[in-house]
């Protein structure tokens, strides 16, 4: 059985061995860090399957550590916070988190969501060595076999909901989705009306494959309904 590495950043240090002691239990190797200037050096110095990052943590802040993950790698990290509006959800979403959850958690809630990112994150590591599997649309050209996209053959890095949810548009370039539908398809959860986590997603994959993301071409918006895929043209 696999051992995945866990990148702990919680300042709270009985929260922080409190996670550490279930997820250990778990057979995940856990590593803490209790400030972000720590996180920083962690993250580099090691390879992760997940990080796991409070927000409001001392001498680099939460923010400022998702910023220095993203630049380099698409790690799956999923925000703890006692910071629950949805501007900081958002915003937290918006910088490339993957998943929220609120303070006080459940370590059971904590536990599913990290199985679930690790899951999806990890599935494209297993790729069948075969013939490629092209889907296309306009300049892009996304290869399932490897699951990697390129634009105008120049490689894009997606995370794995942004790759998922860009996926689904292009196996079905006819069809108009709703958020509620993509929420359940792309990230296999009940849907309770929480719009934030899709044009989240939504926007930042505009960010990355159109040319102009306040007027797409590829990720169209059908007012009153969803989302549908358009040909770039």
Known sequence: ??????????????????????????NYH?????????ACIQFDAHPFSLV????????ISGMDVMQHIRKNSVVPVIILSAKDTEADKTL????????????????????????ANIRRATQYDH????????LSAGELTMN???HTLTKKGIPIDLTAKEYELLKLLMQNPKRIYTKEQLY???WKEAYFGDDNAVNVQVSRLR???????????????VWGIGYKLGEGL
């Open 1 to 26: 059985m696999t051992q995945h590495s866990i990148l702990l950043v919680e300042d709270d240090e009985e929260i922080s061995e409190m996670l550490k002691n279930y997820l250990t239990a778990e």
């Open 30 to 38: 856990v590593v803490c860090a209790f400030d972000g200037q720590e």
């Open 52 to 59: 796991l990052l409070d927000l409001m943590i001392p001498k």
């Open 92 to 115: 937290g979403l918006g910088l490339g988190a993957d998943d929220y959850i609120t303070k006080p958690f459940s370590v059971l809630e904590v536990l599913a969501r990290i199985k």
């Open 127 to 134: 790729a069948k060595e075969e013939e490629p599997q092209l």
């Open 144 to 146: 399932l076999s490897d």
């Open 184 to 186: 359940h398809l792309v």
């Open 207 to 221: 960010t990355k494959v159109e040319e102009d993301s306040r007027n797409p071409r590829y990720i169209l918006t």
